[in-house]
């Protein structure tokens, strides 16, 4: 049985980012990989993970850092600014540790399935938490650790100073649940609301001793007593006003930094729209990039980016599409292609496309050593000195690389910012993909077209320059056998029957694949059509045809359907001309055609009561020249059926049958 998935990504996200600031030296990829985790899982706050994959985490963890509490640091790393980011704003804003821990009972669900937190108030500046687990949950000590470091990290949001934490009851020492209690130093509102109460009661308690010992004595006492409380409420008041002020700065701050965020991804949004309005108008690649690049430029906060593409071969990265460089910085560019095959340093662009991996550099020359010495000293031309590489990939094919840089301005390239280019990233290698791909579309069609005007060239020879000589031949054929007939050794006048009526049935080919060809080519005319009246009137004349034959037609009336009159009667003349044909045996035939519900959809039918057909064969029904019916028995093409189902198919709709050997058929049309 799999594990649940009971702790969210954000939870190993902020391992993460402890490992970036505080252990350069440890790969994340190694710790993910160890775990079967991967990064864009993290990444994603709606991803969890399983209890096996946060022991292997921890475990790849403890021993790549060599730090076995670091449960504990990472739990107290999230009260950092790199960990919570506007959220910490937030949490400032409820003006102490207390709201805090107030909120663990409903945020512990965004974080953790497998227990829930209760906490109780047991004092102005304690609190317990306690921690239940859920039925069949199984969590490791470093997991407690990792707990009481967050327990900490509440208190240090507001305060420098450790709080006190103690764990008189753990799962992992026999108790039922864990249990903890938290206590740390009063601030100096605190005091001061203290003071007056402890100042408030002891003056009201001297008051009335006074009063009652000794009134003479009362006033002088009230002179001074009263004076001090007022000092005391408006020193008290001038605390609580001063964490006020502070709360709404904060607060607003917070506020401030949302709304920018909002802008941004507003912006970004804006962008990635933007993008699919320049694929839906251009078809070039060159055009699409050169007008994406632009849209960059404008939108985002970087001084110089380019885009950069593969060969067709992927031996050589070129640049398609830049902004933000001179003239002569573009000509350096341009003229730079990074390879993807060569030996030696591969450079972090390369290494980007081909490991597809986003890199974020601060100071080039501290991976100089890593980078080749041409493309060195294109850095050092272009004066690079911090940079983002970010590949482009659609569908697991590396397409191109995206990189930017802020080479002017000097802002400092952050986390957010790769983060937000490996959002844009993605989109530029779907315009990319959808225009290559309508491209090749565009070049099909040109070929098909091409294609279909050479059948048409072969259809009109066939229907013109072949016909002529057939018809020359059956002439001759009748001519020699009304003049020679008397003179012509057996069994030359049969040979000349057959010879004659293989022109006949060769004629009757090549008019069908002639119907055929028509069919396919001909557009669509769309009306409401009478289907009913349709059938009857190629019913009529079928047994105008044939008036000796004794066949019965049972056509339901009101079939209506939407579209085209005159290849929907070459459908019914079809399977109409079929049922007459295979019920040629029967004595008393019967044809009906009508609707019917059949698995849930309504499709129309013909159904006979003639010699039917063998199920195991079915499949070849619809398929040119394929007849389950010796030439013998029944005459025919085996052009036909192969018309209905393209004039079908152009419909949208579908046609399928069903059949009993010497029990007749039925047809089923779904349009």
Same mark, same amino acid.
């Given at each position: 049985?799999?594990?649940?998935?009971?702790?969210?990504?954000?939870?190993?996200?902020?391992?993460?980012?402890?490992?970036?600031?505080?252990?350069?030296?440890?790969?994340?990829?190694?710790?993910?990989?160890?775990?079967?985790?991967?990064?864009?899982?993290?990444?994603?706050?709606?991803?969890?993970?399983?209890?096996?994959?946060?022991?292997?985490?921890?475990?790849?963890?403890?021993?790549?850092?060599?730090?076995?509490?670091?449960?504990?640091?990472?739990?107290?790393?999230?009260?950092?600014?790199?960990?919570?980011?506007?959220?910490?704003?937030?949490?400032?804003?409820?003006?102490?540790?207390?709201?805090?821990?107030?909120?663990?009972?409903?945020?512990?669900?965004?974080?953790?399935?497998?227990?829930?937190?209760?906490?109780?108030?047991?004092?102005?500046?304690?609190?317990?938490?306690?921690?239940?687990?859920?039925?069949?949950?199984?969590?490791?000590?470093?997991?407690?650790?990792?707990?009481?470091?967050?327990?900490?990290?509440?208190?240090?949001?507001?305060?420098?100073?450790?709080?006190?934490?103690?764990?008189?009851?753990?799962?992992?020492?026999?108790?039922?649940?864990?249990?903890?209690?938290?206590?740390?130093?009063?601030?100096?509102?605190?005091?001061?609301?203290?003071?007056?109460?402890?100042?408030?009661?002891?003056?009201?308690?001297?008051?009335?001793?006074?009063?009652?010992?000794?009134?003479?004595?009362?006033?002088?006492?009230?002179?001074?007593?009263?004076?001090?409380?007022?000092?005391?409420?408006?020193?008290?008041?001038?605390?609580?006003?001063?964490?006020?002020?502070?709360?709404?700065?904060?607060?607003?701050?917070?506020?401030?930094?949302?709304?920018?965020?909002?802008?941004?991804?507003?912006?970004?949004?804006?962008?990635?729209?933007?993008?699919?309005?320049?694929?839906?108008?251009?078809?070039?690649?060159?055009?699409?990039?050169?007008?994406?690049?632009?849209?960059?430029?404008?939108?985002?906060?970087?001084?110089?980016?380019?885009?950069?593409?593969?060969?067709?071969?992927?031996?050589?990265?070129?640049?398609?599409?830049?902004?933000?460089?001179?003239?002569?910085?573009?000509?350096?560019?341009?003229?730079?292609?990074?390879?993807?095959?060569?030996?030696?340093?591969?450079?972090?662009?390369?290494?980007?496309?081909?490991?597809?991996?986003?890199?974020?550099?601060?100071?080039?020359?501290?991976?100089?050593?890593?980078?080749?010495?041409?493309?060195?000293?294109?850095?050092?031309?272009?004066?690079?000195?911090?940079?983002?590489?970010?590949?482009?990939?659609?569908?697991?094919?590396?397409?191109?690389?995206?990189?930017?840089?802020?080479?002017?301005?000097?802002?400092?390239?952050?986390?957010?910012?790769?983060?937000?280019?490996?959002?844009?990233?993605?989109?530029?290698?779907?315009?990319?993909?959808?225009?290559?791909?309508?491209? !090749?579309?565009? =070049? %099909?069609?040109?070929?098909?077209?091409?294609? /279909?005007?050479?059948?048409? $060239?072969?259809? *009109? +020879?066939?229907?013109?320059?072949?016909?002529?000589?057939?018809?020359?031949?059956?002439?001759?054929?009748?001519?020699?056998?009304?003049?020679?007939?008397?003179?012509?050794?057996?069994?030359?006048?049969?040979?000349?029957?057959?010879?004659?009526?293989?022109?006949?049935?060769?004629?009757?080919?090549?008019?069908?694949?002639?119907?055929?060809?028509?069919?396919?080519?001909?557009?669509?005319?769309?009306?409401?059509?009478?289907?009913?009246?349709?059938?009857?009137?190629?019913?009529?004349?079928?047994?105008?045809?044939?008036?000796?034959?004794?066949?019965?037609?049972?056509?339901?009336?009101?079939?209506?359907? !939407?579209?085209? =009159? %005159?290849?929907?009667?070459?459908?019914?003349? /079809?399977?109409?001309?079929? $049922?007459?044909? *295979? +019920?040629?045996?029967?004595?008393?035939?019967?044809?009906?055609?009508?609707?019917?519900?059949?698995?849930?959809?309504?499709?129309?039918?013909?159904?006979?009561?003639?010699?039917?057909?063998?199920?195991?064969?079915?499949?070849?029904?619809?398929?040119?020249?394929?007849?389950?019916?010796?030439?013998?028995?029944?005459?025919?093409?085996?052009?036909?059926?192969?018309?209905?189902?393209?004039?079908?198919?152009?419909?949208?709709?579908?046609?399928?049958?069903?059949?009993?050997?010497?029990?007749?058929?039925?047809?089923?049309?779904?349009?």
């Amino acid at each position: 049985m799999d594990s649940p998935p009971l702790y969210n990504s954000r939870i190993f996200d902020t391992y993460l980012k402890l490992l970036a600031q505080r252990y350069p030296h440890v790969r994340a990829d190694d710790v993910l990989s160890h775990a079967g985790m991967s990064v864009h899982e993290v990444a994603d706050p709606g991803h969890w993970f399983t209890q096996q994959q946060a022991d292997r985490f921890y475990e790849a963890l403890a021993r790549m850092t060599g730090t076995p509490d670091i449960a504990r640091e990472a739990g107290r790393f999230a009260a950092s600014p790199e960990a919570l980011g506007l959220v910490r704003q937030y949490i400032l804003g409820l003006v102490g540790p207390a709201r805090g821990y107030a909120l663990l009972n409903r945020a512990a669900a965004f974080f953790t399935r497998s227990s829930t937190f209760e906490s109780r108030k047991m004092g102005d500046n304690r609190i317990e938490v306690s921690v239940r687990f859920r039925p069949g949950v199984s969590e490791r000590p470093y997991q407690c650790a990792n707990r009481m470091g967050f327990l900490e990290a509440l208190v240090l949001i507001f305060s420098r100073r450790l709080p006190e934490i103690e764990h008189p009851e753990c799962i992992f020492r026999g108790g039922e649940i864990c249990r903890y209690v938290i206590s740390w130093p009063r601030g100096r509102a605190d005091l001061w609301r203290t003071g007056r109460r402890w100042g408030l009661l002891g003056g009201s308690v001297l008051g009335l001793a006074t009063l009652l010992l000794s009134p003479s004595l009362f006033p002088p006492v009230a002179a001074v007593v009263i004076p001090l409380i007022l000092l005391l409420f408006l020193a008290a008041e001038r605390a609580e006003n001063k964490d006020l002020s502070a709360t709404l700065d904060t607060l607003r701050d917070s506020a401030d930094k949302l709304l920018g965020q909002c802008q941004s991804n507003s912006d970004n949004a804006l962008l990635v729209s933007e993008i699919g309005q320049v694929v839906s108008s251009k078809s070039d690649i060159g055009q699409i990039l050169t007008s994406i690049a632009a849209l960059l430029e404008k939108r985002l906060d970087y001084d110089r980016g380019v885009i950069m593409m593969a060969d067709a071969d992927g031996s050589t990265l070129r640049v398609l599409a830049s902004f933000g460089f001179d003239e002569a910085g573009r000509r350096v560019i341009h003229d730079t292609p990074i390879a993807l095959d060569g030996i030696g340093p591969r450079g972090v662009v390369a290494a980007s496309f081909l490991d597809q991996k986003p890199f974020l550099v601060n100071d080039l020359d501290e991976i100089g050593h890593l980078i080749p010495p041409l493309h060195r000293e294109v850095g050092r031309r272009l004066d690079i000195r911090s940079f983002i590489s970010c590949p482009i990939v659609c569908e697991g094919q590396s397409l191109g690389v995206l990189a930017v840089d802020t080479n002017r301005t000097g802002r400092p390239l952050l986390q957010s910012d790769l983060s937000l280019l490996m959002g844009i990233a993605p989109v530029i290698g779907i315009s990319i993909h959808n225009a290559e791909h309508l491209a !090749r579309e565009q =070049r %099909q069609a040109a070929l098909l077209e091409v294609a /279909n005007q050479e059948l048409e $060239a072969f259809c *009109y +020879t066939v229907a013109h320059d072949l016909q002529a000589p057939l018809r020359a031949i059956n002439g001759y054929c009748a001519v020699i056998r009304e003049e020679c007939g008397d003179r012509l050794p057996l069994p030359a006048p049969a040979y000349f029957s057959r010879i004659g009526a293989a022109a006949v049935r060769m004629g009757e080919l090549i008019d069908d694949l002639l119907a055929l060809y028509r069919v396919t080519r001909r557009d669509l005319a769309w009306e409401e059509i009478d289907l009913s009246a349709l059938a009857g009137e190629v019913a009529g004349e079928l047994q105008q045809r044939e008036p000796g034959r004794a066949v019965e037609f049972a056509i339901a009336a009101g079939i209506t359907v !939407r579209g085209d =009159r %005159q290849l929907l009667r070459i459908a019914l003349e /079809n399977l109409l001309g079929n $049922a007459w044909k *295979y +019920t040629g045996t029967r004595c008393v035939a019967l044809i009906e055609f009508g609707t019917a519900e059949v698995g849930g959809v309504s499709a129309c039918f013909i159904r006979d009561n003639g010699t039917g057909f063998d199920m195991r064969y079915a499949d070849k029904l619809f398929r040119p020249f394929q007849r389950l019916h010796r030439d013998g028995e029944f005459e025919g093409t085996g052009i036909g059926l192969a018309t209905v189902y393209r004039i079908v198919t152009r419909h949208g709709g579908r046609i399928w049958a069903q059949a009993e050997e010497g029990r007749g058929a039925v047809f089923y049309i779904a349009l």
